[in-house]
């Protein structure tokens, strides 16, 4: 199959599309480095032209509450419109576990938005929402800048390695459009703060974490449902202990 990855040079995209090229699929990486544009249109025609599917796996450069919604609103709007010009037959986009369940996040309430123009457009889909990603564990304390403790939600949730992310949408892309959304996580719950404590040991950062059940999480309180995946949805291979390792 022919492939648009958009996105493709972030964190996910570098992991799929090797993937997705030893599957024997030819794979066209479209990023703003490369020359495509999602929210302007720049390039967008010449990269989806014979695509068979997209993968789009972009994220906003800014998280300011507007600036993440514009993104997404904007571009997933231009990117449907190219798409279905383009005769694409399958649409794949990454989005977050628990980004319906909770409203007072920004960013969160845009991935939603995202996913609504992908049910309402004409393009045949999936929507794959993946837990947080180990990589990002430490940056839930914070960059350390200011000093002190920081304090850390002690909700569960069920964090993942990005490989293992692309590893789920590669399986995704092989199989036909579900027109609805599935998900992946980790292969264990486990404390937040526990989880990032662990992080910022395994990189030398000798902050101690609070653990504190009020702690936002970017904005939101969580409660023990809020970032982890339905008891029968897919996990992934990798454990923290062996991320942390590797």
Partial sequence: MNITLIGGSGLIGRHLAPLLERAGHKVTLASPSRGVNTLTG???????????????????????????MEFF??????????????GVRHHVALSVVGADRLADNGYLRAKVAQESLIRAGALPYTIVRATQFFEFLAAIAGDGTTGGSPRVSSALFQPMAAADVALFLAGVVARAPCNGIVEVGGPERLPMAEAVQRALDAHGDARRVVADAQAPYFGSVLDDGSLVTAADAPVGATTLDAWLAR
Avoid at 73 to 86: D, E, F, I, K
């Fill in 42 to 68: 720049e390039g967008l025609a010449q990269a989806l032209a014979g695509a068979d599917v997209v993968v789009d796996v972009s994220n906003s450069p800014s998280f300011e509450e507007k600036a993440v």
């Fill in 73 to 86: 609103r904007n571009s997933t709007t231009r990117l449907l419109a190219a798409g279905q010009a383009a």
